[in-house]
């Protein structure tokens, strides 16, 4: 097994990985000399995680701590773990990363883990392990969402993820396709891929610009299978691309983006929605999403994949059938021109506009960092467990800005800006 996979990795440019390593480093998080960085990584996305690790000590890094998880390992504790297992979490280790955190560590992430890992797994057992984890998550997350310290989410072409998106090519032939894939989302397939990382983040800035100058009090979307009026929280700010978290430092969170995104307001949204592109959530597919808002909650909710992992999902805490982001993204983003649908949030969400259920970013606010979470609540920030983005946009989608008032705006027509 280890030399096959040391076959497939050899068809990944080692360049253009180095080069993304660098980015994560550099631009993704924008690493200060003597800061501590936190990294979870699959195993196997090792090549990738050793080099992000060398730029890190190059960068001047405190101490980098790794922790590694394995899909065999993952798959091991459904097959043969306890019952009682699935309702427990390791809190210690989150409220571990949550003091790191705290004493202004960093936070890195490499994804690259197979999409449909636990899609033969009973959803119960499933569900009730999301449900813990995600409860035993919340010190660190609180960290990550409240934008406390620089963090940074990047990905790695691994062969199960890479078989789901070319399940027609031979093994070391998708692992390349999507070896490219990542990089040209990531613009690391650039000579100069840090000034181009430049240009874009001036280029989404302009877009919240536009956005906050207009102080919509809600978005309008329309089409196929949707209707949907997501009210805007009082005192909202759209932000998009590299952002200063709490700590000072500037980073791009997501690499890649291509979203510009805000706080909905938890109690106003209205109407009805249908997804566009399948929703990979912790290891099961979920397919033709589509639900019912009412006073800001789901009141409805179906899926022609995955609709019973979905329900349990709407049930974690009051919050999880709630708005805590609305993104835009144009169809025409270098992801949606790929024509590829990648099983991975951290890419379609950036091919498509969406909408996360659960947990705002409080940094999406004026002032956000001055403000207690009453404050947030009261303005129409979402709580809850979870943060789960899932895409509503597609070349069939027009938005409207409406005002207090109720005029309106277009936003984007037929899924570009307008």
Request: glycine fraction near 10%.
């Amino acid at each position: 097994m280890t030399t096959h996979s040391r076959g497939v990795s050899a068809t990944i440019d080692p360049v253009k990985l180095d080069r993304l390593a660098e980015v994560a480093i550099k631009v993704g998080l924008q690493l200060q000399p003597g800061q501590d960085l936190v990294l979870t990584s699959s195993i196997a996305a090792l090549p990738l995680t050793r080099r992000i690790v060398e730029h890190a000590y190059r960068a001047g890094a405190g101490l980098v701590t790794p922790i590694f998880n394995d899909d065999e390992m993952t798959l091991a504790r459904f097959r043969y773990g306890a019952d009682a297992g699935f309702d427990h979490a390791a809190g210690w280790l989150y409220e571990g990363m949550a003091k790191a955190f705290a004493n202004n560590a960093a936070r890195l992430a490499v994804r690259g883990e197979d999409p449909s890992l636990l899609s033969a797994q009973d959803p119960a057992k499933v569900a009730r392990a999301n449900k813990a984890n995600s409860i035993a998550y919340q010190p660190a997350l609180e960290k990550i969402t409240g934008f406390d310290i620089n963090w940074n989410i990047v990905a790695y072409p691994d062969l199960a993820w890479a078989k789901q998106v070319f399940p027609g090519d031979a093994d070391d032939v998708a692992v390349a396709k999507l070896a490219d894939a990542i990089f040209a989302a990531s613009r690391v397939d650039v000579e100069d891929p840090i000034g181009n990382w430049e240009a874009h983040n001036a280029a989404l800035r302009s877009r919240t610009e536009w956005l906050n100058g207009h102080n919509f009090h809600a978005l309008h979307f329309t089409g196929p299978g949707t209707d949907l009026t997501v009210g805007l929280a009082d005192g909202h700010e759209w932000m998009g691309g590299a952002s200063t978290a709490r700590n000072g430092i500037t980073c791009n969170p997501n690499i890649p983006t291509e979203e510009v995104f805000t706080t909905p307001h938890a109690r106003r949204v209205e109407g009805h929605v249908s997804s566009t592109k399948p929703l990979s959530y912790q290891g099961t597919l979920i397919d033709e999403i589509s639900v019912r808002f009412e006073e800001g909650r789901i009141v409805e909710a179906k899926a022609s994949k995955g609709e019973d992992v979905l329900k349990k999902v709407l049930d974690t805490d009051e919050g999880a059938r709630r708005l805590g982001e609305v993104a835009l993204v144009p169809d025409s983003s270098p992801i949606s021109a790929s024509g590829l649908l990648f099983f991975n949030t951290l890419f379609d969400e950036n091919a498509a506009c969406h909408i996360a259920l659960g947990q705002c970013y409080s940094k999406c606010f004026v002032d956000g960092a001055s403000l207690s979470q009453e404050e947030i609540g009261t303005r129409g920030g979402n709580k809850s467990f979870i943060h789960i983005d899932w895409m509503i946009g597609s070349d069939r989608i027009d938005i409207d800005g409406v005002g207090k008032d109720g005029s309106r705006v277009p936003v984007m027509r037929k899924g570009e800006w307008a």
